[in-house]
């Protein structure tokens, strides 16, 4: 059965793949409308690129279906109609730039013209260097340039400015910027909190195989922002704790509490009440990043 | 097959200086060398010996597209490609086609040259030699694509010269058999380059036997061919 609603742009469907004993990706569901911009987070080994193999149809799932405009991955990729920049691909060092895209521009039949590719990644005077010759970034805009060659509909990013320097990296986003003002549907994942949270419409992040969380920037945000409440609080148990008013998720670490809280103030006034004794209390404000790592972590116990 | 494609991946070839060295420059500087030491007066030895020679080049050229194949897999350019429309049978054919094209270089240059240093035949063994030897290539094709399967990008180097190196001494492309000792000779039968180089020695020596010829060579082509597609499938299944 599918549950992908005609029209999206991705329609992934209780999707499944396990490596031996390891559940790669344990059950995901995700449906990106056309248009939208749609970063996947998640720490290392949390299913990401097993996800994105299987979106391109260089993995099958073991069970579970993934659809591109209602096509099957293989055939979008055929069609053009999904273009990808994947960590691992290579250019040939003997070619030069302007050949490359020429080369896989062929292959396709309706390819964009190769300078206007070119152009678009902004390598445009890259173009009759050896690729053996670039730089780590100009090498991530020339294969840019290959998964734009095909003016696809969607674009599968994965770490694409892993190599890049600053300077080059806001020159990507700006070329990325352009190719989505023009209603394309883009999905990249990324380490980079500050990417997500400045070219997303939507983050996706994973955990373990799993959506852990799926929304805007700011949903996100809001489900894991708050503050922590540390202390010392004798004969404290987590069970005790965690089910304490405005507490989301409690822990115990050597006679120290450790509380993340949605409501701290409530969590205080219940944590004093509960546990006259408790001691040396601090309360810090989460940043995004420990908001990411409270979301993505490992369940405990 | 995508013209633009097939040309590009041609002009990659002609450029690379192992290409020019191994393909061109080995089969044309042997021939001279050979012929001016132990041929010059003597014209069907030099004829054998162009033939050879054309023959030892082209063969080269469709092994070493294994060589490519093995680096390109190493580099992840596979990979890449798996994004785009080409198949990866599309793109071994596409290889394979190139180490053919590729092939005829070196066989029209040596053959050029024997024509002008003295080799006179007529138009019918010309035509045998040429493009006979050419057609014969077909397996050595799908051989160059095998070792691009199974080699890795640090093994191939070694494992494609010698391949050529073996085929070409042990069939005949570089002593005629008839110098071979006989327990090389009856090693020789069995190789698809003593039948390959047959076509060119015949043109001399007359002892082909047209029949055998065709048979052997087919059946190394899908003998060949059944491994490489069964490697195939278990490669696509991996991934």
Redesign the interface.
Known sequence: MNATPPGAAVGIDGLRKHFGDVRAVDGIDLVIAPGEVVALLGPNGAGKSTTVDML?G??KPDSGSVTVFGQAPRDA????TI??M?Q????????TVG?TI???A????KPLPVAKALDRAGVADLVGRRCGKLSGGQRQRV?FA??LV?DPDVLVLDEPTVAMDVETRRQFWRAMREYTSTGRTVLFATHYLEEAEEFADRVVLMRAGKVAADGSVAQIRATVSGRTITAVVPGAEVGALRVLPGVRDAEVRAGRITLACVDSDAALRALLTQFPLASDIEITAVGLEDAFLALTAQESA | MNTTYLFLELRRSLRSPRFMIFTVGFPVIFYLLFSSMYANSDPDAKTVLMAGMAGFGGLTACVSTGTRIAVERSLGWQRQLRLTPLSPSGYMIAKAICGMVVALGPILLVDVIGLATGVSLNPAQWLQVVLGTWVALIPFAVLGVLIGQVATGDSVQAIGSATFMLLSIGGGLWFPPEQMPGWLRDIAHVLPSYWYGGIGRDVVMHDIDAGTTVLVLVAWTVGLGLVVMRRFRADTARV
């Open positions: 391109l260089l993995s990729v055929r069609s053009g273009g990808a994947l691992d691909g290579a250019l040939l060092p003997d070619a050949e020429a080369l896989v062929a292959l396709y039949a294969r290959l998964a095909s």
